[in-house]
Every structure is written in structure tokens, then in C-alpha cells.
């Protein structure tokens, strides 16, 4: 019978990854709901349970492709792949009144860019408080703590080690955690009430996955405001971090 159960799950890979997704995810929201109540987003502890099962994943095949390297799952790995992720990033924009986005203006502009410059540079002051002494290595790191994506992206256009760009993909997983926990709490303090402060913070902190969970905490209609600029943010830090920002880099170190 396990056998049986096991090849019925590796030949319809992508079902079973959809059905592992949909368990985890009423997890997490029961646990959101029930332990929480509410306060952390059950997005966010949905990520937490991916990381977890990643980790087991690997250290159980020894592989590097988290539960992807299990056989009967390794239809997560195409579900957890780019082409989807980014489907889902154009869908949740698509929610945004183009009215609205236009009164964000100069300020969603500028807060793109300091946004990209801030979290840059406090990857930076991590990168050399752990010993990274080499622009590459420095500025690749700097980049993850950007986004998870914009750090491998500037790690390979400067042929970063591996290990760095490993490191640096943790770092924008940590940032995109952080802030998905954080934000329902920060809200009311700093305004986060309405579609062009949700633009301008999700310009300043970037990580589409962890602004869309903590929107969603907060207030759901405010998701595809935070999303637009966050979606923005990567593009730029994509453009900015393996160029102008690793020649000043490189310059300083």
C-alpha cells in the first residue's frame, strides 16, 4: 500500500505539491487565528513552515533543493519556481486603482530609491561586521538584504561565491520576515491606513512576499498598493546593485 500511495504521488507531482501548499497553509492560518489571534499574519507563519520543511527536506536527501529533492515532491519545486512567482506578483497588481497610484507621485518615486540605497547599505554594515572584506562578497550580501532575489541576480552578474550568494538570499528571507510580522504592529503608528502610505511603504521596504503578508494583516485592501511599488523596488534593485552601487562599493572597500 505505501508503495502504491507513494507512486500515485510522484506521478501527479504537481497535484501533491498543491495539496502539501493547501495543508501548510491551513496550518499556518489556524495557528494565526487560534494562537495568534490575528496578529501575526498566517502568511507569515507559512513561510516560517516552509523554511522548516526546506531544512528537513535537505538535511533528510542531503540534497539542495529543499523538499523538492524528495521524489514524490518534487512538483514543489516547479510550484516554488520563478515563472509562478511572478505570475502571482502581476496578479496582486492588477488589484490597484490606477488613480490611486498616481497620487503617490514624487513621494512613491523617492521612496523606491531610498528604500534600494537603505537596506543596501545596512547589508553592507553586516557583510564587514562578519569579516567580509571583498567588494564582491560585500556588495552581494548588501544586495539580499535588498530583496532574496536581487541578491542572487548581483551575486551572479559579479561572480560571487556560492556561499555568498546563499548568505545573501538568507538575508532577504529574514528582511522579508521581519517585515510581514511587523507590520500590523507598526500600522497605526506610522499611518499605514491608506493606498499611497501602503505605496510609499512598500517602496521603502521592498520585499513584495513580506509587504503583501503584512497589508494583508493589516488592512487586505491595501495589498496591491504595497505590491505595485515593492514589485518596482526589485526592478531597481536589480538595475542598482550589481552597477552604480557595487562601484561605490568598490570603490570604499
Known amino acids: 500500500m505505501p508503495d502504491i500511495i507513494t507512486n500515485i504521488l510522484?506521478?501527479?507531482?504537481?497535484?501533491?505539491?498543491?495539496?502539501?501548499?493547501?495543508?501548510?497553509?491551513?496550518?499556518?492560518y489556524l495557528i494565526s487565528n487560534k494562537l495568534?489571534?490575528?496578529?501575526?499574519?498566517?502568511s507569515a507563519i507559512a513561510i516560517v513552515l516552509g523554511l522548516i520543511l526546506a531544512y528537513i527536506g535537505g538535511v533528510t536527501t542531503g540534497g539542495s533543493k529543499g523538499l523538492s529533492d524528495v521524489?514524490?515532491?518534487?512538483?514543489?519545486?516547479?510550484?516554488?519556481?520563478?515563472?509562478?512567482?511572478?505570475?502571482?506578483?502581476?496578479?496582486?497588481?492588477?488589484?490597484?486603482n490606477f488613480d490611486d497610484i498616481k497620487?503617490?507621485?514624487?513621494?512613491?518615486?523617492?521612496?523606491?530609491?531610498?528604500?534600494?540605497?537603505?537596506?543596501f547599505v545596512v547589508g553592507v554594515i553586516f557583510a564587514v561586521a562578519?569579516?567580509?572584506?571583498?567588494?564582491?562578497?560585500?556588495?552581494?550580501?548588501?544586495?539580499?538584504?535588498?530583496?532574496?532575489?536581487?541578491?542572487?541576480?548581483t551575486g551572479a552578474a559579479l561572480?560571487?561565491?556560492?556561499?555568498?550568494?546563499?548568505?545573501s538570499i538568507a538575508a532577504g528571507l529574514v528582511k522579508s520576515v521581519i517585515v510581514m510580522v511587523g507590520t500590523?504592529?507598526?500600522a497605526k503608528y506610522i499611518g499605514l491606513n491608506n493606498p499611497v502610505t501602503a505605496m510609499v511603504y512598500g517602496g521603502l521596504m521592498g520585499t513584495t512576499s513580506g509587504v503583501a503578508g503584512?497589508?494583508?494583516?493589516?488592512?487586505?485592501?491595501?495589498?496591491?498598493?504595497?505590491?505595485?511599488?515593492?514589485t518596482f523596488y526589485t526592478g531597481l534593485g536589480c538595475l542598482l546593485a550589481p552597477t552604480l552601487l557595487f562601484i561605490l562599493t568598490d570603490m570604499i572597500f
Open 214 to 230: 503584512g497589508l494583508a494583516a493589516t488592512d487586505p485592501k491595501l495589498v496591491p498598493y504595497g505590491a505595485v511599488t515593492a
Open 103 to 119: 497620487k503617490a507621485g514624487l513621494r512613491g518615486i523617492l521612496s523606491l530609491f531610498i528604500g534600494v540605497v537603505l537596506s
Open 159 to 167: 561572480g560571487a561565491s556560492s556561499e555568498v550568494i546563499a548568505i
Open 36 to 42: 495568534t489571534k490575528g496578529l501575526i499574519h498566517g
Open 184 to 186: 500590523p504592529f507598526v
Open 10 to 28: 510522484e506521478n501527479n507531482g504537481f497535484v501533491t505539491a498543491f495539496v502539501i501548499v493547501g495543508i501548510t497553509m491551513w496550518i499556518a
Open 71 to 96: 521524489s514524490f515532491l518534487a512538483g514543489i519545486g516547479f510550484l516554488g519556481g520563478s515563472m509562478l512567482r511572478d505570475f502571482a506578483i502581476v496578479a496582486t497588481s492588477f488589484g490597484a
Open 130 to 153: 562578519f569579516g567580509y572584506k571583498d567588494a564582491v562578497s560585500i556588495a552581494t550580501i548588501g544586495a539580499g538584504t535588498v530583496t532574496y532575489i536581487v541578491g542572487p541576480v
